[in-house]
C-alpha cells in the first residue's frame, strides 16, 4: 500500500496476556517509529528503528515491552504480561531517512484494550 | 527534560471565526518543531518550521516560530468544519531521532 499499514486496529485482551502490533512501513523508508497514545494525550516516544537496529529504545516504558525489525522492513511491538495501564492506541511511523528533524508519515494506529 | 506545551488544551468556535493555537517548549539544542493534525487516528504534518520568524503558510492555515521566546503559533482563518481535529505540536532536538509530542488541542468548528 501507499501508507503505512498496521494491523490489527483494534485488540482486546485480558490481563497477563501477550500481544503483537504490526507495523508495515512506507516502502524505501529505512527509519520506523513506534509511539503510545493514551486518551487526551499527544503521542509518546517508544522506539525507533534505522534499517534493522533499534537505534533509541529510551521511550520503552518497561522490560515488558520489545520491539524488532529483523529485515529492516516490517516491525512488531511486542508486549509481555499486559497490564491494564498499558491500554492506549499504539502508533507506528515511518519517514526515509533518520534523524532529519523532517516529515514522519504515521499510520491508523492499533487500539490495545487490556481488560 | 525536554518539554512541549500546548495551550489552550480545548476551544471551540464558530465556522468562519479565526483561531490561534500556541505551542511552548523547552529543549536542550533545538532542530525543528513540527505541527500535525490529527483528526481521527493518524496524525498528517502540516508545517515544519525551523528558524524564527519566517511564516509558513498553506492555504488558510499558517504557522511561525520564535526561538527567542521558544514558542510556535498556528493560525487557522475563516475556520471550516472540516477543520475540527487534534492539532499536535512536536520538536526535535540535535541528535534525537524522535519527536516529543505536546499534550495537542482539541479543535472544534460549529456550523
Known amino acids: 500500500g501507499a501508507g503505512v499499514s498496521q494491523t490489527p486496529s483494534n485488540k482486546v485482551t485480558e490481563k497477563g496476556k501477550y500481544v503483537e502490533l504490526r507495523c508495515d512501513p512506507i516502502?524505501?523508508?529505512?527509519?520506523l517509529y513506534w509511539y503510545r497514545q493514551s486518551l487526551g494525550q499527544g503521542p509518546e516516544f517508544l522506539i525507533y528503528?534505522?534499517?534493522?537496529?533499534?537505534?533509541?529504545d529510551s521511550g520503552l516504558p518497561n522490560d515488558r515491552f520489545f520491539a524488532v525489525r529483523p529485515e529492516g522492513s516490517v516491525s512488531t511491538l511486542k508486549i509481555q504480561r499486559t497490564e491494564r495501564g498499558d491500554s492506549a492506541v499504539y502508533l507506528c511511523?515511518?519517514?526515509?531517512?533518520?534523524?532529519?528533524?523532517?516529515?514522519?508519515?504515521f499510520g491508523e494506529g492499533s487500539r490495545l484494550t487490556v481488560l | 527534560e525536554d518539554k512541549v506545551v500546548q495551550s489552550p488544551l480545548s476551544l471551540v468556535v464558530h465556522e468562519g471565526d479565526t483561531v490561534t493555537l500556541n505551542c511552548s517548549y523547552e529543549?536542550?539544542?533545538?532542530?525543528?518543531l513540527l505541527w500535525y493534525k490529527q483528526e481521527k487516528k493518524a496524525p498528517t504534518f502540516l508545517f515544519m518550521l525551523?528558524?524564527?520568524?519566517i511564516e509558513k503558510k498553506s492555504g488558510r492555515l499558517s504557522s511561525i516560530l520564535d526561538k527567542k521566546e521558544l514558542f510556535s503559533i498556528l493560525n487557522i482563518t475563516a475556520t471550516q468544519t472540516g477543520d475540527s481535529a487534534i492539532y499536535l505540536c512536536?520538536?526535535?532536538?540535535?541528535?534525537?531521532?524522535?519527536?516529543?509530542f505536546g499534550q495537542g488541542t482539541r479543535l472544534t468548528i460549529n456550523p
Open positions: 511511523a515511518s519517514s526515509p531517512i533518520g534523524g532529519s528533524g523532517g516529515e514522519l508519515f
Open positions: 516502502s524505501g523508508h529505512t527509519a
Open positions: 528503528f534505522q534499517g534493522t537496529g533499534a537505534a533509541d
Open positions: 529543549v536542550t539544542n533545538f532542530r525543528s
Open positions: 525551523t528558524s524564527s520568524g
Open positions: 512536536a520538536i526535535v532536538t540535535q541528535g534525537a531521532q524522535k519527536l516529543v
